[in-house]
């Protein structure tokens, strides 16, 4: 520790501030470099071995510069190993201002801060008396003092804190054991029986094809199944994949094992995994296999160095390595997904601005040349102009939604007087029918009694136009197909108890073709659709709209397999 371990210069070194690395003698200078040390450090950053502890607590002069330390408020960090003969003396370092993790069999002396290192020359195992050490090492040289830091941070990464050590020791369990394996035949038994003693849990990572064909041909593959099958282990397996193994995969998948998880990811992807397997069983034992010749079919052939590990660190640091790797490959099939998404929202919203900007060119050109038919030209440039700005106006409400920089007005209203206005509005501007009837009849059921909301008045209004418009274009469209009443939407509106709070609930039931089952899912995600007259951004917005205002919105297919109706729910404010 920094009490024990720092390397003393003389008054007069201290005094230069020249960069110097040197070896200092006596216990007079060491407690001066040491006191020197301890003043000028903010932070201190020590590493001890199992001796220390007890070394630091009986030797008077060490105690000062713990209350020194402890006056001073200077953050320590402190590594040693903590073992059943130092328990009662780590203990008492507990009390002092410092952070204190265990690492097993921690041999180093050395302490270090911002700008000085210090470190014992003898083995602390040596010493006897109840003395300071005679002689360290000190060093303010900036690339020793940086390498120092950088040792010390990969001894901290790999410990653990000394409470849990603590209890580990007080209740009678011991850190379990590591060992490395050069025999590839002691560690294809070793693989078997772990598979095969596995009560709980069984993770494997397997990092290449040829991989999955050996774990195959040693028949792991076969007795993870049973395991899942017949014991109840639960097992994921993460596996690289092409055909072959893709089929090999679905065919194990066929059989319906309930335990039995296999994530795959493509050769091909960004998912960077190196030569080694990993097995980790029960969160106890952990098996950790490397390559000498990834491409030897037989196990024997290509397996190099193992490690076996029943330590707990060890096992939970692959067990959180393997969790990260899943996660890693479940992301990188989200973003493919997403990129697939988002370069079919591009060719649709390109089409979509395509479109109106032809149309305006060209009627432009033509009402030079033929002014006399400019009132149905204006008409139809005014129509494809609002086009292009209702899509304009969608994907900035997208941007604002993404960047949460989307604000609302409240105002309090009735929700029923504003869904009223929206239906007039749509009655007088529907196609009709050569008799002059609307094509789309509006049907809305709502009480006599207000139905008050506070609310972003014409975001609202913007969400309700947005599922109108769909529930319009669908039952128009299977109107036209002959459908005799495909042509009703109706609206109703309630209030409703929701987790014991008053919600006004809307509904918007349309006669069109329904939701296709694979797009219900994703319904209300940006990009989904498969309309060529449309982007998919509506009812993403009227989604993210609705949640703004602490409600919910949701849709389903009408149980008579006609339409689909569209519901949401907004606080009430009566």
């Known amino acids: 520790m920094f009490l024990c371990f720092y390397l003393y210069s003389l008054e007069s070194a201290f005094t230069n501030n020249s960069e110097r690395t040197e070896i200092l003698y006596g216990s007079d200078k060491v407690m001066y470099t040491l006191s020197q040390f301890v003043s000028k450090s903010k932070t201190i950053s020590s590493c001890n071995d199992y001796v220390a502890p007890s070394l630091i607590m009986r030797i008077v002069e060490y105690g000062k510069l713990l209350d020194e330390l402890k006056k001073r408020d200077i953050k320590v960090r402190y590594i040693t190993d903590i073992t059943k003969d130092n328990l009662a003396y780590c203990r008492n370092l507990m009390t002092f201002p410092m952070e204190i993790r265990h690492l097993d069999g921690i041999k180093a002396n050395f302490s270090v801060s911002d700008t000085e290192y210090i470190a014992s020359s003898k083995p602390l195992q040596e010493i006897h008396s109840l003395e300071p050490v005679q002689q360290i090492i000190y060093s303010n040289v900036k690339d ?40 590839p035949i002691i560690t294809k038994d070793l693989f078997i029986r772990l598979v095969k003693s596995s009560k709980e849990q069984v993770l494997l990572l397997i990092p290449s094809i040829n991989g999955f064909l050996r774990e195959e041909n040693l028949k792991i593959i076969q007795y993870l199944k049973e395991a899942a099958s017949y014991r109840g282990v639960y097992v994921k397996i993460l596996t690289p994949t092409n055909d072959i193994i893709n089929e090999k995969i679905q065919n194990i998948k066929s059989d319906n094992i309930k335990n039995l998880d296999i994530q795959s990811f493509e050769i091909i992807s960004d998912i960077q995994i190196n030569t080694i397997t990993i097995l980790v069983v029960d969160s106890k034992e952990s098996l950790v296999m490397e390559k000498k010749d990834d491409s030897k079919l037989d196990f024997i052939d290509a397996i190099g160095l193992s490690t076996y590990s029943t330590s707990k660190p060890t096992v939970l640091s692959y067990v959180s390595i393997f969790e990260s790797l899943i996660n890693q490959v479940k992301l990188y099939e989200q973003l493919k997904i997403h990129g697939k998404m988002q370069e079919e929202f591009i060719n649709v919203a390109s089409h979509e601005l395509r479109t109106p900007i032809q149309v305006i060119l060209a009627f432009t050109d033509l009402l030079q040349h033929h002014p006399e038919k400019k009132d149905k030209m204006i008409e139809s440039i005014q129509r494809n102009a609002l ?188």
């Open 144 to 183: 020793i003092v940086q390498q120092q830091n950088y040792v010390f941070e990969s001894f901290w990464n790999r410990s653990v804190p000394a409470k849990h050590r603590i209890m580990e020791l007080e209740g009678g369990i011991e850190l379990g054991r590591t060992e490395v394996i050069s025999n």
């Open 387 to 574: 086009r292009l700005q209702r899509l304009a106006e969608d994907i900035l409400d997208v941007t604002k939604i993404e960047s949460k920089t989307l604000n609302l007005h409240k105002e309090k209203f009735d929700l029923s007087d504003l869904i009223s206005n929206i239906i007039d509005d749509y009655r007088n501007n529907i196609d009709k029918n050569d008799d002059g009837k609307c094509k789309v009849r509006f049907l809305y059921t709502n009480g006599k009694e207000p139905f008050l909301v506070e609310a972003d008045y014409a975001r609202i209004i913007q969400s309700i136009t947005n599922i109108l418009n769909n529930a319009v274009r669908f039952t128009q469209e299977e109107k036209e197909q002959g459908e005799e009443d495909a042509g009703d939407i109706y609206i109703t509106i309630e209030k409703k108890k929701i987790n014991n709070d008053q919600q006004v609930v809307v509904r918007i039931r349309d006669t069109g073709k329904g939701i296709d089952s694979d797009m219900l899912p994703r319904l209300f995600t940006k990009f989904a659709t498969k309309s060529t007259n449309g982007t998919g951004l509506g009812l993403f917005i009227s989604k993210s709209i609705i949640e703004a205002h602490g409600g919910t919105i949701w849709a389903e297919n009408n149980k008579d397999g006609k339409g689909a109706t569209f519901s949401f729910n907004l606080p009430c404010n009566n």
